[in-house]
């Protein structure tokens, strides 16, 4: 579900009143676009497979072929949907105000199920982010999972709701909600670690290999069936927040795709994150930045269902 974020920056935000604007910014955008060109400064070769409206089709295309992203984008009718995000220099905080979309019809998922068949061959992870437009099928994540499964394509999922509550049955090889969207999903709390281990435990139950969690400033949890990984967020400037739990699934990639062993996938998840919390707006982490952090990052290790210390 491709968009167009209208990034606005003020000096402080004041509901209700007038607002004094630094800067706006207008970029294409969405959680798979983020994903991709995080990939893509990582020097991982990715495709960016989703569904293109025809009112600014050509200009996506233009977009992500300039970013040196393969676009597979179906056209259909309508336009992108946009975002506005307002984001509080002061305080550090991104107010977002997302639109759901243009409605589409049923035989255009069907048309762009039949285009991600063909792509399965050639993919060793399938990426599914954010939302999805009105329309189409709540179960599409699931569906899409369970063919890619098929093919023993990896499968991540960076969703909340009931999106990501379908997507659980085809039993994805990593989820990456943060700490709201868990509780959103599962309705169960997720304040604290312990319950945010439960929670994810509650996940691996149904088959889901990894969980990982951001929690913004107060770092990241991976859980295993074996073991829990956490990781305390690095100390920065963030200059912007734009894209920082995108880049973590790009962090985690780059980790599997290197040979890396469970144990650093969380470290390069916040080492990517990280680094994109260094750009203003909608710029992301690159590689060299995700790679002078790796060090940084300290991860604690204990067996699933010992005690936190």
Known sequence: NPCVDLTVTVEKFLYGETNVVLGTKKDFSGKGINTSIVLNNFGLKNISAGLGFSKDYMQLQSFLSKENIEPRLLEIPGELRINVKIFDASDKVMSEFND???????????MFLEEMNSMFEMADILIL???VPPGISRKIYKILAQKANEKGVKVIVDACGDLLTEALESKPFLIKPNQSEL???LNMP?????????????VIEKGVKYVCVSRGDKGAVLVSKEAVYLADALSVEVKGIQGAGDSMIAGICYAIKSGQPESEYLRYAVAAATGSLLHEGTELCNKKEMLDLINKVQ???????????
């Open 299 to 309: 991860i604690t290790k204990i067996k699933n269902g010992g005690s936190l210390v």
């Open 129 to 131: 982010s954010g939302s």
């Open 100 to 110: 759901k979309g243009t409605f589409v019809e049923d035989h255009y998922q069907d």
């Open 190 to 202: 997720t304040e604290t670690v312990e319950e945010i281990i439960k929670a994810a435990n509650f």
């Open 183 to 185: 509780k959103l999903t």
